[in-house]
């Protein structure tokens, strides 16, 4: 069985990016929405989720986020109302849904998924990233131009995004700009921890991208869009009233080195695993 075909396969070689529309159904996708509605419920009744809601301590904040490789952790959007976490205050929940999560783990280790990363030219796919993405109506923020490469670094490069749709993507609630094809060229940057704590953004190329020829990734509900983790991407802030949910996995091959210097680790009880669960 094929989830997609050679011509599909050839033109996510040569652009960088493959859309997918109605990989997923709307009732795999509500299923999802409604779990982290629970999850954010369940949060609610915990300290530790309002952590950045008493605090601007950048120390803090950074140890949250570097700790939070194989945890499920909130992250709030920088404008509204951070007092608890809510659809309508938070930028995005990870990094580790998929494998502490039952109900994420089943919805990324379907057949369909394992067929889509064998069929993309995963040999020994491990599941490194899951993060749920709100982009609230009126507050979801921008994502500025970047890869993923240089944030989940490999050896050589091998990381593969996969970005579901559970709410419909519009150029108007900011959807995934790209540039197609720019996947063939070399990392900008390079994410990193520092030695002495922290991390730091070394700039290899200071270059900009080419951005005049971005083109919308208009996606509906359910639709998966695979992006090469050296494709240049891009969201606008959303301005409009509607929120534009999604998911999004990111997949290394197992052969590849994995940096000890790259922000997400894992602790040793909790290694990476495949689509196996
Ligand atoms: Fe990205």
């Known amino acids: 069985m094929n989830v997609i075909t050679t011509d599909q396969k050839n033109s996510f070689n040569e652009n960088g990016v493959l859309v997918l529309p109605e990989f997923f159904s709307h009732e795999e996708c509500d299923s999802l929405m409604n779990r982290m509605s629970v999850i954010i419920q369940e949060a609610n009744s915990h300290e530790e989720s309002t952590v950045f809601s008493t605090t601007n301590r950048t120390h803090t904040q950074e140890d949250y986020f570097l700790t939070s490789g194989d945890k499920i952790r909130f992250f709030y959007e920088q404008q509204g109302d951070n007092s608890e976490p809510s659809e309508l205050s938070l930028n995005k929940v990870g990094h580790a849904l998929h494998d502490l999560d039952p109900v994420f783990s089943d919805f990324v280790r379907q057949e369909k998924m394992t067929l889509l990363a064998t069929e ?14 709100f982009k609230p109506p009126r507050i979801g923020g921008e994502v500025v131009w970047h890869t993923d490469h240089p944030f989940l670094w490999t050896d050589p490069p091998s990381v593969k995004g996969f970005w ?10 900011g959807c995934l700009w790209c540039l197609p094809g720019l996947h063939k060229e070399s990392p900008k940057e390079r994410f990193r921890r520092k030695k002495g ?9 200071d270059s900009d991208f080419p951005t ?6 208009e996606a509906p509900k359910g639709t998966v869009v695979v992006l090469d983790g ?23 091959e197992g052969s590849a080195h994995y940096p000890k210097e790259n922000w997400l680790q894992r602790s040793d009880d909790m290694p990476l695993k495949g689509f196996a669960s």
């Open 164 to 173: 579901v749709a559970l709410e419909d993507a519009t150029t108007e609630n």
């Open 197 to 205: 704590g922290g991390t730091e953004m070394i700039t290899l190329d």
């Open 212 to 217: 005049e020829n971005k083109i919308p990734l």
């Open 120 to 133: 993309i030219g995963f040999v020994e796919p491990l599941l490194l990233q899951s993060m749920y993405i």
């Open 230 to 252: 050296l494709l240049p991407h891009w969201s606008s802030a959303n301005l409009s009233e509607t929120s534009r949910h999604a998911f999004t996995l990111h997949v290394i």
